[in-house]
């Protein structure tokens, strides 16, 4: 029997020339479910991605206008590679395929456990879908040290903070930390966390796939 690969767009909201790291989402993505075909694209002039409300603003249309590039193209589901899940609210009611976020898929992950909850992220606040679905089981958030953009997570001392930052978590009772930026899952650090820490921890970009996948897997009659 053939069995049917599920196509789907990947948008970073890195504006990144190197091909490499435009699509090294995409294919972790399929490294981790071989039955998705993944393209990835990013929306222009943000060199620095999202991290705070003026640059996701400011992403929210080019994130629809490359989605709806996807649906015109024949894609079969879209996964939109940010934590604060820009655009995707908006795209449920314009696209007839599914659109999947990674901020509110991590919480829904992180709420299973039934566990108190850390977010880790790089944003002065929660993103808003996640302390929406989180709510009192989110009792602590953490910032890594001196890192005010995804593009400061791929230092030796951001990599180094981000574990601090988890660390710093555990301390204050968390027993899953949800990462709430896709930059983290860039540079490989949920492993590490959970090594260092014994904590669970909720990686975002393979949260919004796994979500991805299950709702493609039925439409594929699997």
Avoid at 153 to 175: I, V, Y
Wanted: some cysteine; overall charge negative; glycine content about 10%.
């Amino acid at each position: 029997m053939v069995v049917k690969m599920a196509k789907v767009g990947l948008i970073r909201v890195l504006t990144t020339s190197d091909r490499d790291l435009l699509e090294l989402h995409g294919k972790k993505v399929m490294s981790w479910f071989p039955g998705l075909e993944v393209v990835s694209r990013c929306i222009p002039d943000q060199p620095e991605g999202i991290h705070d409300d003026t640059t996701e603003q400011a992403a929210v249309p080019k994130v629809i206008n490359l989605a709806k590039e996807f649906e015109s193209e024949g894609f079969d589901g879209i996964l939109v590679s940010c934590a604060g899940d820009p655009g995707v609210n908006e795209l449920k009611d314009m696209l007839s395929i599914p659109v999947v976020g990674a901020g509110r898929t991590t919480a829904c992950i992180a709420l299973s456990f039934d566990l108190p909850v850390g977010v880790l992220g790089i944003t002065d606040e929660v993103p808003v879908g996640m302390k929406a679905v989180l709510q009192d089981r989110m009792i602590a958030w953490a910032r890594p040290e001196g890192v005010i953009s995804t593009l400061d997570l791929m230092t030796l001392a951001g990599r180094t903070n981000t574990l601090k930052a988890a660390d710093e978590l555990r301390q204050k009772g968390a027993k899953v930390v949800a990462l709430a930026c896709t930059g983290m899952a860039t540079i490989g650090i949920s492993s590490l966390i959970a090594k260092e820490t014994g904590l669970i921890v909720v990686n975002p970009l393979k949260a919004a796939a796994a979500a991805l996948w299950a709702v493609l897997e039925q439409r594929g009659g699997n």
